[in-house]
């Protein structure tokens, strides 16, 4: 009998050539996009994180910058890495941040076409269907892969420098699981299983050093398993690796995780967000509507990056599609479980999109809605479109799946094309998103602050476009403090009066709801823009808001740590100033900054010993000389107080908060 003909060479490159013209369709699309500026979290992760503003090869910047989130109870040392490279090598440029985002958001499409060929290698393996042929599963695999890069919701994870983070971490969840599917493969027909563990394990620590989200890719191979094999080997038995490997790096984590959860996410408020864990649930069934919505069926009108007049549900039917939402999210599960002998792409589609949410549109008090966390999800929806129109359809039509998927990718190309041209200029987004989104606080914020920061100098008109924006938003129900602030700072700036009410009302906003992050670098900004001499001193209307926001803040500690130095150098209460030092250290004793803060103020009120004794901590915190500028500059002032040469204020730095978006 003769062998079969090997495949023609056209045939077995084109999937890799459609692969290689999507990336270069995706580079054109995204790149006005370049040309914009910094947004929201920026500032905190880059533009002003002096760790990660790295000009050595000094091996304590490095560190320093690597470790630069490790006190927020995070470890994103690879993604504060890269930020630091970037620096190394660009400065402050905000285009080559967002072209190097780009280059990750490449890679990962790579990593997405290996994936899925090994998943629909695995899927004919398991369920001997050989309808599909290799060539043309890696076609299929490699439109999946084109659509996703293209995805306007996914823009938000390239555009916006601080989602490097979710972008870099993915870059390692997709990397680890094509090598979890390929050498699953092997294991399958009996082969070892050393390389599988080796490669799940090595890829979440690797995710996990650039964020967080990365935990779930043994979440994903889970369910990559309940759909495709069952956790079983070809001879029909369970896989004794597939099985413990899941149990040793999910089920146990997880079991952990709740525990850690339910000693504080219960609680009425969570964290410093205005909405109780129940709300938060009741809310994200609506939002994950909308995400499905967002995602395959994208609308230039909705796309935006502020979601924050999103109200969050009071209750089952309050409003009365937060009920309709939780019942069509039930019906999609349920379908993707009947389904899962029949069609199991499709019940991993549905799976792989509810799983990206298991961490976010859960319990953990995030933010209710952000788009870059659809990055990975996103995956899930198109293989359910890739399942339904021609893997497994429910009808075959001949012309259905490439006239849908031609439309879609049309689609999908000329809307990211939109928003790409919209980040294209920080004032042409501002205005986008305040045009679209009249009832978010942030984006009415956004514009007044751009106008600001565009004004060449005081007789600008701009100005006087912010002043009407702010004074039109700043008494509104629901608008933070951001808005009276931002005027509290531009009447100063033009010479014109502060009205009282203003400070009514923030302290009003900090008495009945419980501070955002927003309202609290708004307090913060008040007290530095006194100190500066930016805005008029009024020490008792600060004094209130002060009070009113540590009181509802739930132990914020960058508001405890500005009241501190306002009750030193304001109030001229040193006790109440080192009650508050002291607190912060305690609530985040791993956070060399807050300690270096203490060593100041001890400076300050002249206790030397106990500076020297809190500086010698610091000194225990000091690894592979990240702390070495901080520590000499302490011992100079020290040395230079001992000697009575030096009249010492403290200098409270703040780190960059951690990511609670």
């Given at each position: 009998?003769?062998s079969?003909?090997?495949?023609?060479?056209s045939r077995k490159?084109?999937?890799?050539?459609?692969?290689?013209?999507?990336m270069?369709?995706?580079?054109?699309?995204?790149?006005?996009?370049?040309?914009?500026g910094?947004?929201?979290?920026?500032?905190y992760?880059?533009?002003?994180?002096?760790?990660v503003?790295?000009?050595?090869l000094?091996?304590?910047?490095w560190t320093?910058?690597?470790i630069s989130?490790?006190?927020?109870?995070?470890?994103r040392?690879?993604?504060?890495?890269?930020?630091?490279?970037?620096?190394y090598?660009t400065?402050?440029?905000p285009?080559?941040?967002?072209?190097?985002?780009?280059?990750?958001?490449l890679?990962?499409?790579?990593?997405?076409?290996?994936a899925?060929?090994?998943l629909f290698?695995l899927?004919?393996t398991v369920?001997d269907d050989?309808r599909?042929?290799?060539?043309?599963?890696?076609?299929?695999?490699a439109l999946?892969t084109?659509?996703?890069l293209?995805?306007?919701?996914?823009?938000?994870a390239?555009?916006y420098v601080?989602?490097r983070?979710?972008?870099l971490?993915?870059?390692?969840v997709l990397?680890?699981?094509w090598?979890?599917?390929?050498?699953?493969?092997?294991?399958?027909a009996g082969d070892?299983?050393?390389?599988l563990?080796a490669?799940?394990?090595i890829?979440t620590?690797?995710?996990?050093a650039?964020k967080?989200?990365?935990a779930l890719?043994?979440?994903?191979t889970?369910?990559?398993?309940?759909?495709l094999t069952?956790?079983r080997?070809?001879n029909g038995r369970?896989?004794?690796?597939?099985?413990?490997?899941?149990?040793?790096?999910?089920?146990l984590?997880?079991?952990?995780?709740?525990l850690w959860?339910?000693?504080?996410?219960f609680?009425g408020v969570t964290?410093f967000r205005?909405?109780?864990t129940l709300?938060?649930?009741?809310?994200?069934a609506?939002v994950l509507i909308?995400y499905v919505?967002w995602?395959?069926?994208p609308n230039?009108?909705v796309?935006?990056f502020y979601?924050?007049?999103?109200?969050a549900s009071?209750?089952?039917?309050?409003?009365?599609?937060?009920?309709?939402?939780?019942?069509?999210l039930?019906?999609?599960?349920?379908l993707?479980l009947?389904?899962r002998?029949?069609r199991?792409?499709?019940?991993?589609?549905?799976m792989?999109?509810?799983?990206g949410?298991?961490?976010?549109?859960?319990?953990?008090?995030l933010?209710l809605?952000?788009?870059?966390?659809?990055?990975?999800p996103s995956?899930?929806?198109?293989?359910?479109?890739?399942?339904?129109?021609?893997?497994e359809p429910?009808?075959?039509?001949?012309?259905?799946?490439?006239?849908?998927?031609l439309?879609?990718?049309?689609l999908?190309?000329f809307?990211?094309?939109?928003?790409a041209?919209?980040w294209?200029?920080?004032l042409?987004?501002a205005?986008?998103?305040?045009l679209?989104?009249?009832?978010?606080?942030?984006?009415?914020y956004m514009?007044?602050?751009t106008?600001?920061e565009?004004?060449?100098?005081?007789?600008?008109?701009?100005?006087?476009?912010s002043?009407?924006?702010?004074?039109?938003?700043?008494m509104?129900?629901g608008q933070?403090?951001?808005?009276?602030q931002a005027l509290?700072?531009?009447?100063?700036?033009?010479h014109?009066?502060?009205?009282?009410?203003?400070?009514e009302?923030i302290?009003?906003?900090?008495r009945?709801?419980?501070?955002s992050q927003t309202d609290?670098?708004?307090?913060i900004?008040l007290y530095r823009?006194?100190r500066?001499?930016?805005?008029?001193?009024?020490?008792?209307?600060?004094?209130d808001?002060f009070?009113a926001?540590?009181a509802?803040?739930?132990g914020?500690?960058?508001?405890?740590?500005?009241?501190g130095?306002?009750a030193?150098?304001?109030l001229?209460?040193?006790?109440?100033?080192?009650h508050m030092?002291?607190?912060v250290?305690?609530?985040?004793?791993q956070v060399?900054?807050?300690?270096?803060?203490?060593v100041?103020?001890?400076?300050?009120t002249?206790?030397?010993?106990e500076?020297?004794?809190?500086?010698?901590?610091?000194?225990a915190?000091?690894?592979l000389?990240?702390?070495d500028?901080s520590?000499?500059?302490?011992?100079?002032?020290?040395?230079?107080?001992?000697?009575?040469?030096?009249a010492?204020?403290?200098?409270?730095?703040p780190p960059?908060?951690g990511?609670t978006r």
């Amino acid at each position: 009998m003769m062998s079969p003909a090997p495949p023609q060479p056209s045939r077995k490159y084109a999937a890799w050539l459609l692969l290689a013209a999507f990336m270069v369709v995706t580079v054109l699309v995204y790149a006005p996009s370049l040309r914009g500026g910094y947004l929201f979290d920026d500032s905190y992760y880059f533009v002003n994180n002096q760790d990660v503003h790295v000009s050595t090869l000094e091996i304590g910047d490095w560190t320093r910058a690597a470790i630069s989130q490790a006190g927020m109870n995070q470890f994103r040392a690879l993604s504060m890495l890269s930020f630091a490279a970037n620096y190394y090598f660009t400065g402050l440029d905000p285009y080559w941040l967002k072209a190097t985002n780009l280059a990750i958001h490449l890679g990962n499409g790579l990593f997405l076409f290996l994936a899925l060929r090994a998943l629909f290698e695995l899927r004919r393996t398991v369920r001997d269907d050989s309808r599909a042929s290799a060539a043309s599963a890696a076609l299929i695999a490699a439109l999946i892969t084109g659509a996703w890069l293209l995805l306007p919701i996914n823009l938000t994870a390239v555009a916006y420098v601080s989602q490097r983070l979710e972008a870099l971490a993915n870059l390692f969840v997709l990397l680890g699981l094509w090598l979890y599917l390929r050498f699953r493969l092997r294991v399958y027909a009996g082969d070892g299983s050393g390389k599988l563990w080796a490669s799940l394990v090595i890829c979440t620590l690797l995710g996990l050093a650039a964020k967080e989200s990365a935990a779930l890719l043994p979440l994903y191979t889970a369910c990559a398993e309940f759909a495709l094999t069952g956790f079983r080997d070809r001879n029909g038995r369970y896989s004794r690796s597939a099985v413990s490997i899941h149990v040793v790096l999910l089920l146990l984590p997880f079991v952990a995780g709740m525990l850690w959860l339910s000693t504080w996410a219960f609680t009425g408020v969570t964290n410093f967000r205005q909405f109780s864990t129940l709300q938060r649930l009741y809310t994200e069934a609506r939002v994950l509507i909308d995400y499905v919505y967002w995602t395959l069926l994208p609308n230039l009108d909705v796309l935006t990056f502020y979601h924050d007049d999103i109200a969050a549900s009071q209750g089952l039917l309050q409003p009365p599609t937060t009920l309709l939402s939780i019942l069509a999210l039930l019906a999609a599960g349920l379908l993707a479980l009947w389904q899962r002998a029949r069609r199991p792409l499709f019940c991993l589609g549905v799976m792989w999109f509810f799983a990206g949410h298991s961490m976010t549109a859960t319990i953990v008090p995030l933010e209710l809605v952000f788009e870059h966390r659809n990055y990975f999800p996103s995956i899930g929806l198109l293989l359910v479109l890739a399942s339904l129109l021609e893997i497994e359809p429910v009808l075959r039509m001949r012309l259905a799946a490439p006239a849908t998927a031609l439309c879609l990718l049309a689609l999908f190309t000329f809307t990211t094309y939109l928003r790409a041209e919209e980040w294209s200029h920080p004032l042409r987004l501002a205005y986008s998103e305040a045009l679209k989104r009249p009832d978010s606080a942030r984006a009415q914020y956004m514009l007044a602050h751009t106008l600001i920061e565009g004004a060449r100098d005081d007789a600008s008109p701009l100005l006087e476009k912010s002043m009407a924006i702010l004074r039109r938003d700043a008494m509104r129900p629901g608008q933070g403090i951001a808005p009276l602030q931002a005027l509290i700072y531009l009447s100063a700036r033009l010479h014109q009066p502060i009205e009282h009410v203003w400070w009514e009302r923030i302290s009003a906003e900090l008495r009945e709801h419980a501070p955002s992050q927003t309202d609290i670098d708004s307090l913060i900004y008040l007290y530095r823009c006194q100190r500066r001499g930016d805005c008029p001193r009024q020490p008792a209307e600060l004094l209130d808001a002060f009070v009113a926001g540590l009181a509802k803040s739930q132990g914020n500690v960058n508001l405890m740590e500005a009241y501190g130095e306002f009750a030193l150098l304001e109030l001229h209460d040193a006790t109440l100033a080192e009650h508050m030092y002291r607190d912060v250290v305690a609530i985040r004793p791993q956070v060399a900054v807050y300690r270096a803060n203490l060593v100041e103020f001890l400076i300050a009120t002249s206790r030397f010993d106990e500076a020297s004794k809190t500086l010698d901590e610091l000194r225990a915190m000091n690894h592979l000389g990240a702390l070495d500028p901080s520590i000499a500059r302490l011992e100079e002032k020290l040395q230079q107080a001992r000697s009575g040469t030096d009249a010492t204020q403290p200098r409270t730095d703040p780190p960059a908060n951690g990511d609670t978006r």
